[in-house]
């Protein structure tokens, strides 16, 4: 309980850095809110009052503790540029971005485990070195030239989806997920094929183990081996891989959203940030960060599900 | 396993050293100035004087390329100079000196790791502006994560062996064993990350020109190449496909060459 | 293990084509008329259209809201909410007739309040970020009866009319940043950031009602995927794409071509060195060869201009002056180098990022610049950066963009090369202009007024203020299935005039 | 007939162009209940021929000239199907480390049923009942609550039982045992030996015992296999070949045991004392550093006090978690926080660790490695030169060594690198932690010679920290038993072996079985 809670600690500490260093990176870059809301036939004038009603001309750590106030009290202000409040534009973006990654991270894991059991198994096999050398293509091309790419193949040439036919999950949830798949495709291949990758060579390292060798010893054979012995251990890493993984796919978002023409957080993040609209940035990046934190907390807890060796140590300290 | 080594190696090399030697080409001769722009040569396909044919300017695709490669080349090294750099330098001192140093570092550490690389990248391009080495720096920053936590458990590793212990014993200073006697034990584990952190610098380039925040007009590079290409990706998919290509390969031969090494690596 | 992949891939495409199966079905069911039209940014003002600055988003609101007078497709002012006015001969004093019968969207009935409510809210200049920028010059705003409203004005102004499209709001409107209430042949249905905006035909409209039910705007923010969109049938309608995208679409559209009505120049920072000397500018003008420009960059089309104006214009337009500098690169080296630049010089570009098309004319005019030895570095920077570093903090020294014009009036071109103008950001100082200007300005009779404008073009032509361009060609790509569209001399987009085809 | 009859096995690797042959004909019988050990050093090929009788080998790595027959069934060409029907359930096997053999992320009692599981058709409940069985068997204290934990909540020693109880589940015919006793302090080694024992009594099984110790496979072995670079030098009932090895290599291995029956010429304390520890108390944190984070302090040592002094050798004898290593590291200043004195010869004290392995930094050349500590006092180039060549001759290796790296060198030429490279600064102490149990017996026996003659040479005292009684007889001129962070012992090893006063002396002496002559 109390590493529960020092952990817990940790992550709030790791959030409030965040805060303060995307607020300290969107004081010093240029660009005015104020301008960039009134555009070009704006009067210094008007400049000047908007200046003040946004409280932009307060002392740069008053505004951090005043939006920190807020900020804790669940309040994340109003957008700048939009004229309603950030939690009612991310609310309604967030369950776009959060669909499109679990599908990917579905895909992955429904994907990739079994590919790279195959390949642990087979090695050296010819379908072995066909996934391998599609593997290392798939890693060595452009995210967003494969989103291209699958857009082309899918979208025009196959006509499975239509490009840019985004269609919102208010009013139809099965377009809306049927539209998704495909850049959640489009996410998840490099994924895919790094997780394939790495999951053959950790099976491969382990089987090499000598508890693999006791297993064998006991009579199992090579699939029990990899299985039921070799197959738990070697999901650690892939699950910290995972992890990280999974930041990079937020990051990735950003990307294919704009190749695929999707309103979603990556979209809203991409655009406030031009328009300087700071409360949108602060709630997505604040918010994307404590997703990544919470991840890698739940990360750790599969992790100690999985291996009790660490359950020990967090139980001692 | 061996057979494959082997020709993971070859290949590798093979894709790798022809890249290189394409941009060496292209620092001593290129065939016409890479920013001529030539109204009547907008899309001419492939020709003698033109192999690769020519761009929405009227610009020598070949030519670009040649400059173009050189560019990623140079952005993708600055990038794990300066991520590598400053990561191994950050997960060197942590790993070895661990206490509050550590613990504050890596606090560090996670909070950029927990920031979308895109949008570091964004934050120093809106306040340095676009430009290569923008990007590098950019890039840079957004890598120093990754590479730190490669470092640091390195060093936390090799800081219980005993030959550190016998450098301390026979009156080596800390910074003596950090650089001079743990460091070159790292490179097995260092240099297959920074060659993925070459890939991932070559590949994030490409999608920061893709955002419109990397290399500067009319320079050229490949991201920002076939970036400017899948405009006319319909009428003109030639002009995708060389630069698109030319990734592939400079990221297949590295990455090849990285797993190769890494084999190589675990053995010895 | 072999099977259970194979088993699994059949899984996987199953579904997804039963997901896109179902998706493709929905879109066939509706029954109103309607059509989907792409636009480059969100609307992200406020639905309150006093406070609407972008131009994106005052082309949409041309169709929701409605003041006095507004403009037709020729760019003559026509009678709107306002059936009649009369402008006093001292052209001080402009008299309205409200229209009878004007519901607003909400239903209430258009009064006198109503109008005399908007045009205050408007010009009021202790509300800096409601006031509009022509309406400093009133002396008053007063209904005289129930059906006429009176604007005085300080001194007499001839473009006052122009002003007058200023939208109409019901006085009732208690929040009009989220309610959108005016008297359009659309209304406002819902926004959805990023996603869509949507607008549904107002029935009771005034005057003649737009065919097509419901109009969604959908953001598409990404050029590069455009193509495929259209291509792809999600979008039916884009305005303003490039010569490039046109060429690429399907058989499935029409392009229509127009001009974009804005005037596109390599903008000089006049104060700053070397372009405080007139000789470098005028070199410059010579060493660009715009003809080369439209070619690279848009296959030929596009109108060249020599001035701040464009040919919608109409009189105030003079065409003589865009060929004032023929492309000639000797005469270029010789002003250079009389103007001590004989080895040529190094400035930089600064350019929008966003705008595709100013960024290609800024490589190719850096690529032409260079025969007369000036090295133009080209920096991409934000639009937001732009507004605050270049255009409100003038710290530039070259810049491509194109300046638009809110109305028709010569004077939304040229009064920001007033040397003490606020929008002045170029640092243009010449007496001799401030003077024609003010000649302009304050003469009523029409022949010396356009006299005095033309004046000032020429000045600025003349003294090279700017190495001016062109005025953009604009495409606009319509699938064709629906016909109607109408370009305006302004930035607007008329959606009532869009119909579907009848097969 | 015998119950497991091997007859010309080879085993060949084709990792390279070249097949490399590790073991050549390979025979060996064995019958019911028998016991009989296999011994050799490093690379003589035991434990290839062990894995290869248990089926562990890919069958492409033996030629197909010999046979390995099991109760008449030809193993080496039988279907891996009827392989597998064996493995576990008649042939079991037991590995060198108890750490890694076991699964880490399942529990005990998961992995000592496999076996049942793959070869029996016991329901749960049976299996659980067996699985108890086997872990009392194997001496597991409360098997109840072992069965539902892992394996890293155990110790090495119970750890080993564990695999024992997992090996025995099915009651096999043979256990091949790879040295089990290895990774164990001698009290445990002793323990694992007499429960094998008394498997082999109770349930008659077979027993194949792998070991480099000779002394163990004596105790233990009805008879011995001596084997060499791959080949079988000697075999025959065990006391025979102990008493009259015929064959040079055999005689070799059995001199190099150190011998604790010698008479030692004793130490006359003259010297000046160089190092003097003085109530030396000192904790361990363990895991845990940072800011949110605190560590437990565990006492390791509690008031050791000692006097070494010029040319002299101090032995220290204890088990694993006793507290020498932390003495050594608080000694040559790794460790300092400490309560306590220790005065004498500041910077002038040097180490030699267990592993020469991990003691040379693998990225640098002898060379580099030698001069280093003159390069921190300043020497020039030439002379560094000239002094590492001096050195590399007096610890008896070839100056040709020079500009190689660690990995290109043996064992023993590692370790005298370490011992080198500690006297590169002229020290005037020497720790070394278990310097020598890493290590072949015959090089073993070349390493102490190596220290003695130093001492001879330099006037050097050395600390000697070591788990073996025979090794600290042999070099030491005093001994400290040291048990949980205190002194319990200490005395001249002749009078301290031979009349130790401690019980925990007594009970290490026998479990060495050092004292069983004079019992």
Redesign the interface.
Known sequence: MKYVG?KI??ML???L??SF??FL??T?????PA?????????????E??REEMGLNRPFLVRYADWLLSFARGNFGDSY????SVAD?LL??VPITLAMSLMSIA?IV??SI??G??TA?H??SVID?LI?ALN??I???????SG?LI??LF??FLK?????????YTT?V??F???L??PSIAIALPKIAMTVKLLRSELIEEKK???A?????????TG?VLYK?VL??AMLPIITFLGMAF?DM??GS??VE????I?GIG?????S????DYPVVMAV?VC??AV??VVNGVIDIIYQW????IR??GE?? | MKKKLKFNACVGGILTGGMLLFILTGIFFLPYDPDAMNAELRFAGMSLAHPLGCDNYGRDILTRMLVGSRTTLLVALGTIVVGGGVGTLVGALTGYFGGWLDEVMMRVIDALFAFPSILLALVVVSLLGAGKYNVILALGIAFIPSFARVVRSQYLKLKEMDYVKNARIIGCGHFRIIFVHILPNTLSVLVPTLMIGFNNAVLAEAGMSYLGIGVQPPDASLGRMLSEAQTYLFAHPLQAISPGFAIVLLVLGFSLLADAMEEKGCRC | MKRSISMLLVVVVSLALALTGCSGEKQGESTESQITIGIPQDIEDSLDPHKAVAAGTEEVYFNIYEGLVKPDSDGNLIPALASDYTVSPDQTTYTFTIRDGVKFHSGKELTVDDVVYSLKRCSNPDDPVLLQAGMTGIESIAAADDSTVVVTLKEPNADFLCEMTAAIIPQSNEDPDHVSDGTGPYKFVSHSPQESFVLEKYDEYWGEPAHIEKVTLKVCANADSLVMELNGGSIDMMARVTSTQADQLSDDFNVLEGTMNLVQALYLNNAAKPFDDVRVRQALCYAVDRQNILDLTSDGHGTIIGSSMYPAFGKYYMEELSDYYPHDVEKAKALLAEAGYEDGFTFTIKVPSNYTQHVEVAQVIADQLKAVGVDARIQLIEWETWLSDVYSGRNFEGTVVGLDASTLAASSMLLRFNSDNSKNFVNYNNPDYDAAYSRAVSTTDDARRTEAYQECERILTETAANVYVQDLAEFVALNKKYAGYEFYPLYIQNFASLYIVEE | MQMLEVQDLNIEFHDHSMPETVVYDFSLSMAEGDIVGIVGESGSGKTMSALALCGLLSRHDMTRRGRILFQGKELLTCSRQDMRQLQGREISIIFQEPMTSLNPVKTIGWQVEEALRLHTRMTRKERYEKAIWALREAELPEPERVYGQYPHELSGGMRQRVMIAAAIVCQPRILIADEPTTALDVTIQDQIIRLLQKLNKEFGTAILFISHDLSLVRRLCHRVVVMQNGQIVEQGDTEKIFRNPTQDYTKRLIAAIPSCDKEKTEWNQIGTVVLKVEDLHASYEDAGNGIFRHGKEKEVLKGISFRLRQGEILGLVGESGCGKSTLAKSIVGLKRDYQGRIVGAEGRIRMVFQDPYSSLNPSRTIDWILEEPLKLSGVSKSERREKVREMLRRVGLETGIADRYPRQLSGGQRQRVCIALALMSEPAVLVADEPVSALDVTIQAQILKLLARLREEMGLAILFISHDLRVVYEICDRVLILQNGQIVEQGLPQTLYRHAAHAYTKQLLKASGVVEVNI
């Open positions: 020092r600690l940790t500490f790791t959030l850095l965040v260093l995307v990176c969107f010093v870059i240029p660009g005015d301008i960039a809301r009134l555009g070009t036939d704006a009067t210094p004038e008007a400049i009052m908007l540029s939009y004229s309603m534009l309604d973006k895909m429904v994907i079994p590919l059991l195959y198994r090695e050296g070195k391998y290392q293509v890693m060595a091309v452009p995210p967003f030239f291209i857009t082309l979208g025009i499975l989806f239509t490009p840019g036919g985004y269609v919102s139809d099965t377009g997920l049927g539209y798949f495909f183990q000598d508890y060798r006791t297993a064998y010893s006991r009579g199992n054979h029990g012995h738990k251990n930041t937020i990051a950003i990307v704009q190749v695929f023409s309103p979209r809203i993040l991409l655009t940030i031009s328009r300087r990046v994307l960060a990544v934190i999985i291996d009790p060796r020990l140590e001692k300290s």
